[in-house]
């Protein structure tokens, strides 16, 4: 590792002992650390938009953040790697130390990215303020918070992973296999985040944010995730996940007969747009006058 790095790895593992800070009770507080220069523009930005995204998040879910946040934006690539583990990922909450780190890039960034990263981070901070991690499977963290910022979160920034690209397979992964971890590849891990946000947005489409919330409610008070669901929705998770399951592949056997057969259907349509504007100039052409058409 460079000096440099070491410098910068010595500058986070400081920030993110500040056990004063963290003891600090209350969210109104924030500590966003840039390591570098330039990145202070950005973390003025964060500053500025804390409590907007705070706010956000606590009449999403109804709860309250707990305590302050520390966000540590760091821009060197091999450091944040070294710290996530994961080459993947642009960003990563510490719930246990209520702490975030954002990679920035020496590009520039879009500033509605860099929001959206940063709430979909603080609201893992804000669940895990509120249920324990053993309670919390990792798909519905992750389903949880993309549904919260409406964004895919920490695979996007910087990462060359465009909304596009989140598309089920045919053969979708389990959702148990998803509970502690998710898969390292990228089509596995794009996979694992699509199927989680859209399995959240299912349970909130089909039963109605309210009974949603009393899921996570009943896991706030210590029941494991069959549980409260069986008791807030009246169905088992299993049954769940059977019927989303028929749906979505019952849309996606749909829409991949119709990118199968795009220029066919747009054929045949063209065809008939053009049989009905000739059927509409006879139409016409019979309704004309006599007199009126040697006129013309």
Same mark, same amino acid.
Not at 88 to 105: E, Q
Not at 149 to 176: C, K, N, T, W
């Given at each position: 590792m460079k000096v440099a790095s070491l410098s910068l790895a010595c500058i986070i593992a400081c920030t993110l002992s500040l056990s004063g800070f963290a003891g600090a009770r209350g969210s109104d507080q924030v500590l966003i650390v840039a390591s570098e220069k330039r990145l202070e523009i950005q973390a003025e930005y964060l500053r500025q938009i804390y409590p907007e995204v705070r706010a956000n998040i606590e009449n999403a879910l109804g709860w309250r953040l707990l305590s302050a946040p520390r966000v540590l934006l760091v %821009?060197?690539?091999?450091?944040?790697?070294?710290?996530?583990?994961?080459?993947?990922?642009?960003?990563?909450?510490? &719930?246990?130390?209520?702490?975030?780190?954002?990679?920035? &890039?020496?590009?520039?960034? +879009?500033?509605?990215?860099?929001?959206?990263?940063?709430?979909?981070?603080?609201?893992?901070?804000?669940?895990?303020?509120?249920?324990?991690?053993?309670?919390?499977?990792?798909?519905?963290?992750?389903?949880?918070?993309?549904?919260?910022? %409406?964004?895919?979160?920490?695979?996007?920034?910087?990462? %060359?992973?465009?909304?596009?690209?989140?598309?089920?397979?045919?053969? &979708?992964? &389990?959702?148990?296999?998803?509970?502690?971890?998710?898969?390292?590849?990228? +089509?596995?891990?794009?996979?694992?985040?699509?199927?989680?946000?859209?399995?959240?947005?299912?349970?909130?489409?089909?039963?109605?944010?309210?009974?949603?919330?009393?899921v996570l409610q009943h896991m706030k008070e210590g029941e494991p995730i069959d549980l409260a669901v069986s008791e807030a929705l009246s169905k088992s998770l299993e049954n769940l996940q059977d019927e989303w399951l028929k749906k979505l592949h019952g849309r996606s056997a749909w829409l991949l007969w119709v990118s199968q057969y795009l220029y066919e259907i747009l054929f045949f349509l063209g065809a008939l747009l053009t049989i009905l504007a000739y059927v509409r100039l006879m139409f016409r052409k019979k309704e004309y006058d006599p007199d009126e058409e040697d006129e013309e």
């Open positions: %821009g060197d690539k091999e450091v944040f790697e070294k710290m996530s583990g994961n080459p993947m990922v642009s960003a990563f909450a510490l &719930p246990a130390r209520h702490s975030m780190v954002i990679y920035l &890039p020496s590009s520039a960034l +879009d500033l509605y990215v860099l929001h959206e990263t940063f709430e979909h981070e603080l609201c893992h901070l804000l669940l895990h303020d509120h249920i324990r991690e053993t309670l919390l499977p990792k798909w519905m963290d992750e389903g949880i918070c993309q549904w919260v910022s %409406g964004s895919f979160g920490e695979i996007l920034v910087g990462r %060359g992973v465009a909304p596009s690209d989140m598309v089920l397979s045919r053969h &979708p992964i &389990p959702l148990q296999l998803l509970a502690v971890s998710f898969p390292r590849d990228k +089509d596995s891990l794009i996979q694992a985040y699509a199927e989680s946000r859209l399995f959240v947005d299912y349970l909130v489409a089909q039963y109605g944010k309210e009974a949603f919330l009393s």
